[in-house]
């Protein structure tokens, strides 16, 4: 007996599926912020895609990206959630002011010392507490890691924490007084063998240990006993400030991470003295840049010595010296005074930022630091030929036919050591989406909320969006036309943190005869969440697989 076979269902020419909203970073398109200014030092907006060249490692490169970022905060639509218990819509209840600015200040407490802590303290402190506004959320954090406060608008809150920053002194920085070496003297001598330098820490470990005879062997061997108590000096030296750099590269990293998933304008407001990055370092520095500028952060910083001398000479507290390899000791600390400082000048070129510094008045620096440039453009681009060996590439960034401006850009970039797949890419166009407060209309979608509260305790918000797919871009396949919607909504509480999101992705499998009669009111799409009452900002970004294109919209509940 022969069985017919049954026929296969019918694909469905919908289907959704959810899953929690995850993020990640990396990719292989290089954002390169780039702030003009003209001669009076006043920042322009007016320009072009094609008014700008930008070459890496010399070689004109096209440029596949470019925005322009303004500080103002984009406005919260009138999109907000309808009590569905409510017999008529009533007034709604007044809710605070949303969070738009996310300023992260970030105290150098390992490197500065206690007199230029103390000044900055007292600057941050009284900039804080008087120049707040109620739109605006700020977080504290040491590079110690010791003292910290996550955003918040309580000003008595940052005024304490504040208070607390302390100088921290890693174990081991004090093991040798003489002689006395400091990180970039110890990379000169340990790391790239200066023979100079190497002979001046001797020659001041032989002044602190001096022959016990004046016979040759006697002075023999306390030079190479002075030369190894240098050694092990610059060894200590090495070790203590490579860690110390270390946790303030860290510290830096985690903060960009912590505001990257803020909502709104992004800043970060380094006070520091500085502090030296040897080679090794470098690709820690390119990968904490990379890292800020996809999230839209600008770091700007400021330099709490004020006006500073780097010559020790002129530093009354110190020892004097008239020998020639003390004249050679203080060329190398003002070296490093000097090398210190790039890590704030390379953070704020290549974010966007602002580097305030040779100046006493501390707080008006903070108030520019805290202004941001009126224009930031973002320029895009995929390296051609991209080797991915980790190597340092040098980009140079002007504009065409105008000698009259002065352009502040991202200076390098270290290359990938591996590629990045499509799929990570558009991930990552979604995550810079959802946190973000630009609304986008590349996909016309209506958005629609309400809650209801099952007891005094919870409350369920309801976000539906009507999405209009008639002009997307389908891929056809026999009598199919297939596209790929995902569909993030994120929730955000008063101060702007994540509370929580779900990834819906819709796949479109539509036959010609859909296709031929979809309506005007799109398809609908619902996501539900559970929250406490209180006062939120839902964003939701829509995302086509096939064309590319993104939507994004904005709403504000308060739910009493």
Known sequence: MVYAQAPAPPTA??????APATFRTGVNLVLVP?????????????????DFQLTDKGKPQIITRFSIERPEAPLIPSVSALDSDAAQPAAPAPAPPI?????????DDVHLTIGDLTRARLAVV?????????????????????????????????RDTLNRIQPWTSAGSTTFDCPEIQYYMADMIVNKNDSQALAAATAEALSCNPPAGNDPASIQAAQVQAQGIAHAAAQSALSVGDSETRLANGVLRDVVR?????????????????????IDHRTDESDLLDRAIRANTTISSLDARGVYNPDPVL????????????????????????????????????????????????????????AQPEFVYVLGFSPQNLRFDGNFHLLKVTVKERKDLNLQARRGYYAPKHATDPEEQAKDEIREAVFSREEM????????????????????????ARIDIRNLRY???????????????????????????IEKTVELKLRDETMAKLPASGINIRTTFDVAPGAYVLRLVVRDAEGQIMAARNGSVQIP
């Open 34 to 50: 780039v702030v003009v200014r003209d001669r009076a030092g006043k920042a322009i907006g007016t320009l072009k895609q094609e």
């Open 126 to 158: 009284q900039h804080v507490t008087g120049s707040l506004e109620p739109t605006s959320r700020v977080a504290v954090f040491t590079t110690s890691g010791r003292t910290t406060l996550d955003f918040t608008g309580d000003r008595d809150q940052l």
């Open 99 to 107: 969070p738009q600015r996310f300023i992260a200040y970030v105290v």
């Open 258 to 278: 912590r505001i990257s998933i803020m909502p709104g304008s992004r800043n970060i407001i380094l006070v520091s003295s500085g502090y030296y990055l040897t």
């Open 315 to 370: 530093d009354a507290s110190r020892a004097g010296g008239n020998s020639s390899m003390q004249t050679i000791k203080n060329q190398y600390e003002r070296d490093s005074a000097l090398a210190n400082e790039d890590i704030m000048a390379e953070l704020a070129d290549g974010t966007g930022g602002t580097y305030f510094h040779n100046d006493n008045d501390l707080r008006e620096g903070l108030k520019r630091l805290a």
């Open 441 to 464: 209309h590349d996909i016309p979608i209506d958005l629609n909320m309400q809650f209801f509260k099952p007891s005094d305790y919870q409350a369920k918000l309801s976000v539906m």
């Open 13 to 18: 020419e919908v289907t959704t599926h959810d």
């Open 475 to 501: 891929r056809k396949a026999g009598d199919r036309n297939n596209d790929t919607l995902t569909v993030v909504s994120g929730i955000f509480d008063r101060n702007g943190n994540f509370v929580s999101g």
